[in-house]
């Protein structure tokens, strides 16, 4: 009786040891979020301070994720798909001249607008008037 428990004690904790260190070195190789990797978004913040702030976010193609408003104003807001080189020519130019327009955002309130939307030109914020807003835009390359 003596032998046979020895036994089984000597199993489990042999077992226990081998499940031990078959798991000590492994990583977590799972993706913990809903996008793979390669496929995160890029994001920039844009606080409107005083006057107008247009500017090229991002040159070529890619996809327009969100819109995050963080604080309200009277900002009156267009991301447009830059169909013309105007504006990755020139990042000082007030606009494209000829532009698809992705998103428009008039008297927002504060929360996240989700486009999901692809441009294949650039993606270029415009701000059509208004001011004293902040917010984030998600976009992948």
Do not use: H
Not at 88 to 110: C, G, H, K, Q, Y
């Amino acid at each position: 009786m003596k032998k046979t428990n020895i036994v089984i004690f000597a199993s489990l904790a042999l077992a226990l040891i081998v499940i031990y260190l078959s798991l000590k070195g492994r990583e977590n190789t799972l993706p913990l979020g809903s996008v793979s990797v390669t496929s995160e978004y890029n994001a920039t913040s844009t606080p409107f301070d005083t006057g107008q702030t247009d500017g090229l976010i991002q040159t070529g193609y890619g996809t327009l994720g969100s819109l995050i408003i963080t604080s309200t104003g009277d900002m009156v807001i267009s991301l447009l798909d830059a169909t013309t080189t105007e504006a990755a020519v020139r990042p000082s130019a007030r606009r494209a001249t000829s532009s698809a327009e992705l998103a428009r955002i008039d008297t927002a309130t504060v929360g996240t607008y989700v486009f999901d939307v692809s441009f294949v030109d650039g993606l270029y914020l415009d701000v059509v008037s208004g001011a004293n807003g902040t917010t984030t835009i998600t976009y992948r390359k």
